[in-house]
T-cell receptor, first 114, second 116 residues
């Protein structure tokens, strides 16, 4: 069975500082990894995905994520956080052996302080 | 990317009643899904809405409680039946345009349901 863990419920960072949101996964087949962001009273917005190829994936709004197969991690990063990045972030995985179902992590709330 | 319209955006309902949520997509999509997001929680898949056949429900969810329709490739409904306060959640429609593993899913704005 596939699973995703986001070990931090909340991450606080000062504006302009680097932001990292952690995600680890467990799958039996090849992982297809996704990051989504949810702003208050909104649906989920897709940020980026890892399918294959380069371990560093670049996405929307200046975000990037690094796939690490040996550590089964897919951490989301942004070099310089903005106050407007304050939101709820979800990591999700599809397992090639488990069909199309997306399994989500518990979510990490990011608070960027001015 | 597909544009998804979900209605209503929010509702307050009496216990024992039912609410039907609509999801309309601006293009034909292969897969449509319904998720529940309980307060402060992550997303849990309720079911996959299958066009022209019965939905496929995840463990813990049953058709009598969450009947789903999908009459065509652009529209689906989720009904929350015989509601109780425990059903208070955000319900999200999601679509996958291709059904392939490497394509991202897109989400509607969600329906915030409060049962009193």
């Amino acid at each position: 069975a596939q699973s995703v863990a986001q070990p931090e419920d909340q991450v606080n960072v000062a504006e302009g500082n680097p932001l990292t949101v952690k995600c680890t996964y467990s799958v039996s087949g090849n992982p297809y990894l996704f990051w989504y962001v949810q702003y208050p009273n909104r649906g989920l917005q897709f940020l980026l995905k890892y399918i294959t190829g380069d371990n560093l994936v670049k996405g929307s709004y200046g975000f990037e994520a690094e796939f690490n197969k040996s550590q089964t991690s897919f951490h989301l990063k942004k070099p310089s956080a903005l106050v407007s990045d304050s939101a709820l972030y979800f990591c999700a995985v599809r397992d090639g052996a488990a069909g199309n179902k997306l399994t989500f992590g518990g979510g990490t709330r990011v608070l960027v302080k001015p | 990317s597909a544009v998804i319209s979900q209605k209503p955006s929010r509702d307050i309902c009496q216990r024992g009643t039912s609410l039907t949520i609509q999801c309309q997509v601006d293009s034909q999509v292969t897969m449509m899904f319904w998720y529940r997001q309980q307060p402060g929680q992550s997303l849990t898949l309720i079911a996959t809405a299958n066009q022209g056949s019965e939905a496929t429900y995840e463990s813990g969810f049953v058709i009598d409680k969450f009947p789903i329709s999908r009459p065509n490739l652009t529209f689906s409904t989720l009904t929350v039946s015989n509601m109780s306060p425990e059903d208070s959640s955000i319900y999200l429609c999601s679509v996958d345009e291709t059904g392939l593993l490497d394509t991202e899913a897109f989400f509607g704005q969600g329906t915030r349901l409060t049962v009193v």
